[in-house]
């Protein structure tokens, strides 16, 4: 029987090579599948919660800005948005339906700003006067046909285009359920 030479023991590095990167690499720690989803949703901009979720039946296709395209949609008051850090925004209609009267129109608007202090002095500057705090949605306030509020970056202003006895509770629903979202 052949005694083992120095180049079988050479050939066998490669194999022991990758057998410690393998090693190596089984002991880095991973990222949390379900916080890079989070951080994912978060670097993609300002969402919308589903009909569903604000207890809504229908609603328009989303429409969405930039620094560049705002004044399409807010032409005299784009300037103050893009002062405070305007990044993008996401905007559209839901409707509730009512048993008693016409269905209910509600215009979504949530806003990214650089900065978390963007968002608040944006929203302070268009609270309702006179709007007080609503009950189960933090920092968020509203008149009869307005509420506002912020979450980190972004701003959510919930306009009824009709005023009604449900437009409070569809404008409180639909914020809380933007404020439950990732």
Do not use: N
């Not at 190596?24 to 978060?42: I, Q």
């Not at 009909?51 to 032409?75: C, F, H, K, N, Q």
């Not at 307005?146 to 629903?173: E, F, I, N």
């Amino acid at each position: 029987m052949a005694r083992p030479r120095v180049w079988h023991a050479l050939l066998l590095l490669p194999l022991l090579a990758v057998a410690g990167w393998v090693l190596v690499r089984g002991r880095t720690v991973r990222d949390d599948p379900a916080a890079v989803l989070v951080a994912l949703r978060a670097a993609g901009g300002p969402s919308l919660p589903g009909p569903a979720a604000g207890g809504a039946s229908a609603r328009s296709e989303p429409s969405s800005y930039t620094r560049d395209s705002l004044y399409e949609y807010i032409d005299g008051a784009a300037e103050a948005y893009l002062a405070r850090g305007f990044e993008r925004c996401v905007v559209a209609t839901y409707t509730f339906a009512s048993p008693t009267t016409d269905a209910l129109d509600v215009t979504a608007e949530v806003y990214r700003f650089a900065a978390p202090a963007g968002a608040r002095e944006q929203m302070a500057s268009e609270r309702p006067t006179g709007a007080a705090p609503v009950a189960g949605v933090t920092g968020a306030f509203a008149d009869p046909s307005t509420l506002v509020a912020c979450r980190g970056r972004d701003y959510l202003k919930l306009t009824a285009l009709s005023a009604g006895p449900g437009a409070g509770k569809a404008l409180g629903d639909l914020a809380a359920a933007w404020q439950r979202q990732p």
